[in-house]
């Protein structure tokens, strides 16, 4: 019980900032996670691989109810969707594959640092009075589309994300309506999940460095509180973000990712020696 109440408390925090900041928990779920699993005292070598695929576990239901508010409103582009599923797919499966290869500190290393450029473009663009014209050119053919799909599923998977911090700029860069490429994006983060969560899993079987009540990589008690916990929160994080002004929530989010980052990458410094 007691610690299904420490992974209700990670969900609740996850929600409420994914709600208040309107980005994806993956930010913050898979660092929390590394802390409450090196506490736990898991196996070093496979705490961050549990910690992201859980995450991309957790993405697989909370992005459902996303999706489908978006499709009510008709701001779904399935055309780019049905176009880039295939390369999510295969990327998102690879991503599993690529962290499964990395020891769990350089995995540490690389989320560290992908935290630190989010962070930084949070930061310009709360320094933005007003947002810059888009001139990333036309939307890409099909094969682009593919590949593109592919990268974005890739990376997602391997940083426990849903990917709409890659696939919102691309779209809007590719002259996609910001809100088109946002509800988009948020469909593009079931396939990523569904694929990067089996593919962690299969890569995780049957390690014995596992704990009990494990898929692979993914952790069902930490999912299960997560779950019940984030939704509910996600609603009173976007209450909140009313009362607040975007530019200092774009400060504070990114002031955040960037303490997760610089801690993730100072812990395991001593590789890059």
């Not at 957790?58 to 489908?68: A, E, G, K, L, P």
């Not at 930061?123 to 990268?151: C, F, K, Q």
């Amino acid at each position: 019980m007691e610690t299904l109440l420490v992974y209700l408390a990670v969900g609740a925090v996850a929600g409420t900032i994914a709600g208040l900041f309107g980005v994806g928990g993956g930010l913050i779920i898979v660092p929390a996670l590394v802390l409450v699993f090196t506490a736990r005292g898991i196996a070093p070598d496979i705490l961050t691989h549990m910690a992201v695929a859980t995450s991309l576990a957790t993405i697989v239901v909370t992005s459902v109810s996303s999706i489908r508010t978006h499709h009510l409103k008709g701001a779904v582009d399935w055309r780019i969707f049905r176009v880039m599923v295939p390369g999510i797919l295969l990327g998102s499966w690879l991503g599993g594959v690529t962290a499964d290869l990395l020891p769990g500190p350089w995995l540490q290393l690389l989320i560290g640092v992908f935290a630190i450029l989010i962070a930084a473009k949070m930061w310009l663009d709360g320094l933005r009075s007003a947002p810059l014209p888009e001139d990333g050119g036309r939307l890409p053919g099909a094969a682009g589309l593919t590949t593109a799909g592919g990268v974005i599923g890739w990376a997602s998977a391997i940083f426990g994300i849903g990917g709409g911090s890659l696939t919102v700029p691309f779209l809007s860069r590719s002259h996609v309506q910001i809100q088109r490429a946002v509800a988009t994006s948020a469909a593009c983060g079931l396939p990523i999940a569904v694929a990067g969560a089996i593919s962690f899993a299969i890569q995780g079987w049957g390690n014995p460095l596992l704990p009990p009540w494990s898929s692979g990589y993914v952790y069902w008690p930490a999912f299960l509180g997560i779950v019940l916990a984030s939704a509910l929160f996600a609603r009173f994080g976007a209450l909140l973000a009313h009362r607040l002004s975007p530019r200092m929530l774009k400060n504070c989010f990114g002031g955040l990712l960037f303490v997760i980052g610089a801690r993730f990458i100072w812990l395991n410094i001593h590789l890059l020696a």
